[in-house]
């Protein structure tokens, strides 16, 4: 009787330019992004995910049938053990450096670097294939691409500032997945010419003069509260609370955007043009 041939696990490269060898397919699975974990139970893998944060909201059961190791930025390393995961996913923004350090030194970990819809649809497709869901995975970003290409055209950016924070005031500004969420609703990022996520002061808001203010609704909880307080700053602007889920998760929930922005576009009556 011959011995079992050895295994053979599938080598991926992520975003980062990273060559990950992860067992193929994973069983394992620990997600460390919630967007992300969204995606794997929308890709039908549910049950392998065996560790989330305890941000990963969506869907509702992922934290009740799944161990919650943690934040973003601060792993429960033991928990993470007793898992034996064997296929960890991260995000190179979401996550923390030294942790993810930490668990490449005992686990294949998979991470994605996403500034872009074009580099969102490229991580699901990428995870679909290293999870064994490939064509599930290929169908939902040829959805989500349709979607924003059958947004018809605005004939002139609006100028915009998206808020993520209060006290200090903090916006989301040039090289971040917002930016360009941003661009694909029509609108035009005031504050593009800054990095990431600057501070921003009450005067700076006034120089910009941005003709719409969004406020999202997360990580800060802006609320209806909120807007008196940026009508004193910016009398003119428009204000108002935006779905920050529509504007900055990069997995399946971008299903639900372009129709979003769509909607956006018609309560502010945007002079668009039409697609060719």
Same mark, same amino acid.
């Given at each position: 009787?011959?011995?079992?041939?050895?295994?053979?696990?599938?080598?991926?490269?992520?975003?980062?330019?990273?060559?990950?060898?992860?067992?193929?397919?994973?069983?394992?699975?620990?997600?460390?992004?919630?967007?992300?974990?969204?995606?794997?139970?929308?890709?039908?893998?549910?049950?392998?995910?065996?560790?989330?944060?305890?941000?990963?909201?969506?869907?509702?059961?992922?934290?009740?049938?799944?161990?919650?190791?943690?934040?973003?930025?601060?792993?429960?390393?033991?928990?993470?053990?007793?898992?034996?995961?064997?296929?960890?996913? %991260?995000? #190179?923004?979401? !996550?923390?450096?030294?942790? /993810?350090?930490?668990?490449? @030194?005992?686990?294949? +970990?998979?991470?994605?670097?996403?500034?872009?819809?074009?580099?969102?649809?490229?991580?699901?497709?990428?995870?679909?294939?290293?999870?064994?869901?490939?064509?599930?995975?290929?169908?939902?970003?040829?959805?989500?691409?349709?979607?924003?290409?059958?947004?018809?055209?605005?004939?002139?950016?609006?100028?915009?500032?998206?808020?993520?924070?209060?006290?200090?005031?903090?916006?989301?500004?040039?090289?971040?997945?917002?930016?360009?969420?941003?661009?694909?609703?029509?609108?035009?990022?005031?504050?593009?010419?800054?990095?990431?996520?600057?501070?921003?002061?009450?005067?700076?808001?006034?120089?910009?003069?941005?003709?719409?203010?969004?406020?999202?609704?997360?990580?800060?909880?802006? %609320?209806? #509260?909120?807007? !008196?307080?940026?009508?004193? /700053?910016?009398?003119?602007? @428009?204000?108002?609370? +935006?779905?920050?889920?529509?504007?900055?998760?990069?997995?399946?929930?971008?299903?639900?955007?372009?129709?979003?922005?769509?909607?956006?576009?018609?309560?502010?009556?945007?002079?668009?043009?039409?697609?060719?």
């Amino acid at each position: 009787m011959q011995p079992p041939l050895p295994f053979l696990p599938l080598t991926v490269t992520d975003q980062m330019d990273r060559r990950v060898a992860v067992p193929f397919p994973p069983q394992r699975i620990v997600s460390l992004v919630p967007s992300q974990t969204e995606l794997l139970f929308d890709l039908g893998l549910g049950k392998r995910v065996v560790g989330v944060t305890k941000f990963c909201i969506h869907p509702a059961e992922a934290r009740q049938s799944a161990t919650v190791i943690g934040g973003t930025k601060n792993f429960d390393f033991e928990k993470i053990e007793a898992l034996r995961p064997d296929l960890i996913i %991260g995000n #190179k923004e979401e !996550n923390y450096q030294a942790g /993810i350090e930490q668990l490449t @030194e005992k686990y294949p +970990v998979w991470m994605s670097d996403i500034s872009t819809l074009a580099d969102s649809l490229g991580m699901i497709r990428r995870v679909g294939l290293l999870t064994g869901r490939k064509d599930a995975a290929e169908a939902l970003s040829t959805e989500i691409a349709g979607s924003f290409a059958a947004l018809p055209s605005v004939a002139e950016p609006v100028p915009a500032a998206y808020f993520i924070w209060r006290k200090p005031y903090m916006v989301a500004a040039g090289g971040t997945f917002i930016d360009d969420m941003l661009a694909q609703a029509g609108f035009r990022n005031v504050f593009r010419n800054m990095g990431r996520y600057p501070e921003i002061t009450p005067e700076q808001l006034q120089q910009a003069a941005p003709r719409h203010i969004l406020l999202s609704s997360e990580p800060y909880p802006f %609320g209806e #509260k909120h807007i !008196n307080e940026f009508r004193e /700053i910016c009398p003119a602007a @428009e204000i108002r609370i +935006v779905d920050g889920e529509l504007f900055s998760w990069y997995g399946s929930r971008l299903r639900h955007s372009a129709e979003y922005f769509r909607q956006l576009r018609e309560q502010e009556g945007f002079a668009l043009t039409v697609n060719e």
